[in-house]
C-alpha cells in the first residue's frame, strides 16, 4: 500500500465531552498511520486536496473512527437472541457450554467466523476483542478470519479447568493442560502468515474465576506477565457469579484477579456492574478498563453499571455487545442502550416509589460519551493508537451515509447534533466505506431507502 489522501467531513472525540466536526485532509502513509491531518481553510489542506489521486468523500456523508467491540464470544454468534430469558448459571450450562463444545469441529467454526466477522465489519465495527473457546484449532480459524478480512482482532482461547462448574465434555483437563495450550496458542497468533504487523493479537482469557481453578488463575498470571499479553475476562457480572467469588476467595472479583497477577495493563474486565469506589480505583490504577454491556446486563446483571461514576473517575472503559448474551452486534445499538441505561438508573423505575427517592442522582451519560466510548473508549482500553482520527493514530475509519431517514445529516448540524443523530440511527444499512490501517476493507454502500 502507498501513501493515500482522503479528505472527508470528519466527526470525532477530542474527550468524552467534547466531540469535533470539521473538513479535514489526511495523509496517510503505507503503514495505515495518519501523518498528516489538515483542516479546511490551511495552505497544507489546498494542497492535500489538490492531488489527482486524493479520495474525496461526500459532503452529504460523514467519517467518523471505526468502532471496537470491547467484549464478545465469537463462538455465541448462532445462539444471538436466544435464551435470554433463563439465569446465567442455567443459560451457560444448557444452552452456552454445549454450543461452544462443538467448535472441537474446526469446519463448524470456520463457517460461523467467517459470517460474525463480515457481519460485524458490516455494522462498522475495526477492531473487537474475541473471547473464542478452549479449542486450539478453532481458535486460529478466528484469527486467520480476522487477518483474511482485515479487521483488527484481539482472540482469546479460553482457560476453563474448575470441575465444579465446567461440564466434562467442555473443559481442560488440568490446569497445566491449559496454560500449555495458551502458550501454544499466543505464539501460534503472532507468527500468522499476514500478521507480521501484529494485526491480529492473542489475549489470555481466563473464562472468569468461578471457571478456573486458582492454579490455573496463578499460572495464567505468571504467562501473561512471561509473554507481555493482553488478559480479558469477566468480573462481577451478577449477583450469582460476584457472591460466588466472594465466598470461595473473601475478596471481590478484581481484587482477586490481581492477587493472581492478572490485573495489569490493558486487561478488560467485562460487565463489572458490583465493582465499588475502591475496586474501580484499583481498576484504575493498574491501567486496565471496563467493557460495558448495556443489553446482556440488562438480561443477566440484576443490575446497571455506574457509568457516570466510571467516567468521572477517569476508568478506561468501552463498550461491548456482548453476543450473545447482548442480542445486537451492532456496537451503535449498544451505545444508544449505554445512554437509555444511565438514565433509568439515574430516574429510577418504580413507579410507587417518590421520584426524589427512585433513583441514583447525578448518573445520566450523554450522546457524546457513548460516541467517545464506541470510538476512543474502547481503542483506548485496549492501548491502541486509534479512535480519533488524529495525527500519529492509525486509520480505522467508518463513512457514514447522512442521506435520507432519521439519520439525515444537514449542513447547520453541529458536532453534538450529529452524535446523537448517529449513535440513535446509525446501523449497519447507513454505513458505506470501512478502513482498518488505511486499507479499504468494505465497499462503499448505496444510500439507504
Known amino acids: 500500500m502507498t501513501e493515500t489522501i482522503i479528505l472527508a467531513r470528519v466527526l470525532t472525540s477530542e474527550t468524552p465531552q467534547t466531540t469535533l466536526l470539521e473538513n479535514v485532509a489526511f495523509l496517510v502513509d503505507a503503514e495505515g498511520v495518519i501523518q498528516e491531518r489538515h483542516s479546511l481553510g490551511t495552505e497544507r489542506y489546498d494542497a492535500l486536496s489538490a492531488h489527482r489521486n486524493a479520495v474525496r468523500l461526500s459532503d452529504e456523508t460523514l467519517l467518523i473512527p471505526g468502532l471496537t467491540d470491547l467484549h464478545i464470544h465469537a463462538p455465541q454468534w448462532p445462539q444471538a437472541g436466544m435464551a435470554l430469558d433463563r439465569p446465567l448459571e442455567d443459560w451457560l450450562g444448557t444452552y452456552t457450554f454445549p454450543l461452544e463444545a462443538r467448535y472441537a469441529d474446526p469446519a463448524f467454526a470456520e463457517g460461523v467466523y467467517d459470517d460474525l466477522v463480515r457481519t460485524l465489519l458490516e455494522n462498522g465495527t475495526t477492531t473487537a476483542l474475541y473471547f473464542a473457546t478452549i479449542h486450539e484449532e478453532a481458535s486460529l480459524v478466528l484469527a486467520r478470519t480476522c487477518l483474511r478480512y482485515g479487521q483488527r482482532g484481539f482472540v482469546g482461547l479460553v482457560a476453563m479447568d474448575h470441575p465444579d462448574l465446567c461440564p466434562p465434555d467442555y473443559r481442560q483437563v488440568s490446569a497445566q493442560d491449559a496454560l500449555d495450550v495458551t502458550r501454544r496458542f499466543i505464539g501460534s497468533v503472532r507468527a500468522l502468515p499476514g500478521n507480521e504487523h501484529g494485526l491480529v493479537q492473542p489475549v489470555?482469557?481466563?473464562?472468569?474465576?468461578?471457571?478456573?481453578?486458582?492454579?490455573?488463575?496463578?499460572?495464567?498470571?505468571?504467562?501473561?506477565?512471561?509473554?507481555?499479553?493482553?488478559?480479558?475476562?469477566?468480573?462481577?457480572?451478577?449477583?450469582?457469579?460476584?457472591?460466588?467469588?466472594?465466598?470461595?476467595?473473601?475478596?471481590?472479583?478484581?481484587?482477586?484477579?490481581?492477587?493472581?497477577?492478572?490485573?495489569?495493563?490493558?486487561?478488560?474486565?467485562?460487565?463489572?456492574?458490583?465493582?465499588?469506589?475502591?475496586?474501580?480505583?484499583?481498576?484504575?490504577?493498574?491501567?486496565?478498563?471496563?467493557?460495558?454491556?448495556?443489553?446482556?446486563?440488562?438480561?443477566?446483571?440484576?443490575?446497571?453499571l455506574p457509568l457516570r461514576h466510571v467516567l468521572d473517575e477517569h476508568v478506561h472503559c468501552g463498550l461491548g455487545t456482548d453476543i450473545s448474551g447482548g442480542y445486537s452486534p451492532s456496537i451503535f445499538e449498544n451505545a444508544r442502550q449505554a445512554v437509555l441505561t444511565s438514565r433509568l438508573l439515574e430516574s429510577g423505575t418504580n413507579p410507587h416509589i417518590p421520584a426524589s427517592e427512585r433513583g441514583l442522582p447525578k448518573s445520566r451519560i450523554d450522546f457524546q460519551e457513548a460516541f467517545w466510548l464506541a470510538t476512543r473508549g474502547g481503542a483506548e482500553a485496549l492501548g491502541i493508537s486509534a479512535g480519533q482520527l488524529m495525527s500519529g493514530q492509525k486509520f480505522d475509519a467508518v463513512e457514514i451515509l447522512g442521506t435520507s431517514g432519521a439519520l439525515r445529516l444537514r449542513p447547520k448540524d453541529d458536532a453534538a447534533t450529529c452524535a446523537q443523530k448517529i449513535v440513535c440511527h446509525a446501523s449497519s444499512q447507513t454505513i458505506g466505506r470501512v478502513w482498518v490501517n488505511g486499507r479499504q476493507i468494505k465497499e462503499k454502500a448505496s444510500p439507504p431507502c
Open 204 to 304: 489470555i482469557t481466563p473464562r472468569f474465576i468461578p471457571a478456573c481453578s486458582d492454579a490455573l488463575l496463578e499460572g495464567l498470571g505468571a504467562l501473561a506477565a512471561e509473554l507481555n499479553v493482553r488478559v480479558q475476562t469477566h468480573a462481577s457480572e451478577s449477583d450469582w457469579e460476584h457472591q460466588h467469588v466472594l465466598d470461595r476467595t473473601g475478596q471481590t472479583d478484581t481484587r482477586a484477579l490481581d492477587r493472581f497477577g492478572l490485573l495489569r495493563a490493558h486487561t478488560v474486565l467485562a460487565h463489572a456492574g458490583f465493582l465499588d469506589q475502591t475496586d474501580r480505583a484499583l481498576v484504575g490504577n493498574r491501567n486496565a478498563a471496563l467493557a460495558h454491556c448495556p443489553i446482556s446486563n440488562a438480561f443477566f446483571a440484576g443490575a446497571a
